[in-house]
């Protein structure tokens, strides 16, 4: 007796290489052959989406090129840029590596709060950095974190290898300027100056296993009481994780004193329209991120 | 054919690379411990450690176990003897029906191997994947700190023990 495969998997192949440039010639060999092929990390996304599948609407997939074995993706690593510390996930990294790396830890503990609210323990062992970016859901968790981290994704192919900074790679629900044959080799982002405000906030039904509400990420940093840099990212509030860029210029360059809910709401309102759905209602979406986002500004 | 170590013994399967570790598991190699409950990485009733920490078996492809090393709960005990949590579950009530129960042995026990002294929080942290619809938790989180407590008793009485040996033999 054997076992199945879920919808559109039973006759696909499965390649395993070890390096990212291995990876990115499989892909690229398989879009020349016009082979289906995709890329397979925690499989927490994937696996589950084809489980759910009706049958009859899976598109078969021949190849499936697994990551969990290229050890490139999963290192965590340093580097000074412009005299700024960053540190760069391979993006293979998961959240348990975030929970426990002791550099994250010490250099940037929203990572390890955000990490912790992804579903649970056996989802963070496997989920991965690239896969909550590639499935470009609204509600991810990862991606509002590290894009008010500044993050930068390196994209890399057969070809070679480009840059995106995350607030510019989603296009619209579920579309990124992903290219097939591309892979996430990489995300950096900047260490926040120590003394900067850091908040993750993650509004949900449970604290386990749960889709958020409504999820902001933020960095706050001064200057002799100037707001030097105010960065976010918020999640199911719009169809892609946003950045509130309209937030960022308004308080960037001011004290707090100078700054007024009312306005910093306003700035809100033009840039953000969450919908009602399941999970909660669009009113209640926009009240929250309000708050949250006045409160991450707040000293 | 793909070879994985399953609770410390190489096995082989030809099931499909894509197919579902749980599947390969509870089917071909007939170990029906580890149970499906959602088929979706909630319930956490698949729960197998892979390479040492804990998964969710249906939403691991077999493919990716290539010379990996899995553990179900049937490799949790050492032949008869159990293992301090399987003793606790049964002494503090940890199990009722039973069907959670194989996945939270096997959280569980990731959780101990890497902190003997969990807090509370630790131990619901740990098993916050894991759903129970027989408990309310509480009888579960007890047998946890139960089975820590007994690992932490025979660590101390082992190094002291060892270190009673030391003095004799200076
Ligand atoms: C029970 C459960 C709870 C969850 N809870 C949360 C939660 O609280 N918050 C949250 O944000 N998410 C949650 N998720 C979703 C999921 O765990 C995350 O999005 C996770 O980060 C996906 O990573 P993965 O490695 O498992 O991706 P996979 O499923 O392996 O892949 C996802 C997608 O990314 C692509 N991909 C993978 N690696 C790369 C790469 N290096 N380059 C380019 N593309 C790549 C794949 O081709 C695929 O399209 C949950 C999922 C489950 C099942
Ligand atoms: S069956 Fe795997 S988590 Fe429920
Ligand atoms: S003992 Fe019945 S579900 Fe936990």
């Excluded at chain 2, 190489?10 to 894509?18: G, S, Y």
């Excluded at chain 2, 890497?114 to 047998?143: F, H, K």
Aim: charged share 25%.
């Amino acid at each position: 007796m054997s076992a199945h495969a879920p919808a559109g998997l039973a006759r696909t192949e499965m390649v395993c290489p070890k390096t990212i440039a291995e990876a990115c010639a499989v892909l690229a060999q398989a879009h020349r052959d016009k082979r289906a092929a995709s890329l397979l990390a925690g499989g927490t996304d994937v696996i589950v989406d084809r489980h759910l599948m009706p049958i009859e609407k899976a598109r078969p997939l021949d190849l499936v090129v697994d990551l969990t074995g290229v050890d490139e993706l999963t290192a965590i690593s340093e580097r000074d840029v412009a005299g700024e510390r960053h540190l760069v996930f391979g993006g293979g990294v998961t959240y348990w590596q975030l929970r426990t790396d002791r550099r994250v830890l010490a250099a940037i503990p929203m990572l390890d709060a955000m990490a912790k609210d992804v579903g649970a323990v056996q989802i963070q062992t496997r989920g991965t950095l690239a896969g909550n970016i590639a499935t470009a859901s609204p509600a991810a968790d990862g991606v509002p974190a590290l894009m008010a981290l500044d993050g930068v994704v390196k994209l890399v192919s057969e070809g070679g290898a480009r840059t995106v900074p995350l607030d510019q790679f989603f296009l619209a629900y579920r579309k990124t300027v992903l290219a097939a044959g591309e892979l996430i080799a990489e995300i950096d982002v900047r260490v926040p100056l120590p003394g900067a405000r850091v908040t993750w906030r993650k509004v949900g039904t449970r604290l386990a296993q749960a889709i958020s509400k409504v999820a902001l990420a933020g960095v706050i940093e001064e200057e002799r009481g100037t707001i030097t840099r105010a960065r976010f990212g918020v999640a199911s509030v719009a169809a892609v994780t946003h950045p509130l860029g309209g937030v960022r210029a308004l308080a960037e360059g001011k004290t707090f004193k100078a700054l007024d809910r009312a306005t910093v709401d306003a700035a809100i309102d033009l840039e953000i329209k969450p919908i009602d759905d399941v999970r909660s209602t669009g009113a209640y979406r926009l009240h929250v991120a309000k708050a949250l986002v006045w409160r991450a500004l707040a000293p | 054919m793909i070879r994985f170590k399953v609770n410390g013994t190489v096995r082989e399967t030809d099931a499909p690379p894509m197919a579902r570790l749980l599947d390969v598991l509870r089917v071909p190699l007939g170990l029906t411990g580890t149970k499906e409950g959602c088929g979706e990485g909630e319930c956490g009733a698949c729960s197998v450690m892979l390479d040492g920490v804990p998964v969710n078996s249906c939403l691991v492809a077999v493919g990716q176990c290539e010379g990996r090393e899995v553990v179900t709960v049937e490799g949790l005990a050492h032949g008869a003897e159990l293992t301090p949590l399987q003793r606790a579950f049964i002494e503090d009530g940890g199990a009722q029906c039973g069907i959670c129960t194989p996945g939270m042995l096997v959280a569980a026990e990731a959780l101990l191997r890497r902190n003997t002294s969990p807090t509370d929080d630790d131990v619901r942290d740990a098993i916050a994947g894991n759903l129970c619809r027989c408990t309310g938790y509480q009888r579960i989180v007890d047998s946890i700190q139960a089975a820590a407590a007994a690992v932490r008793a025979k660590t101390s009485k082992a190094s002291k023990a060892s270190k009673a040996g030391g003095e004799t033999g200076a």
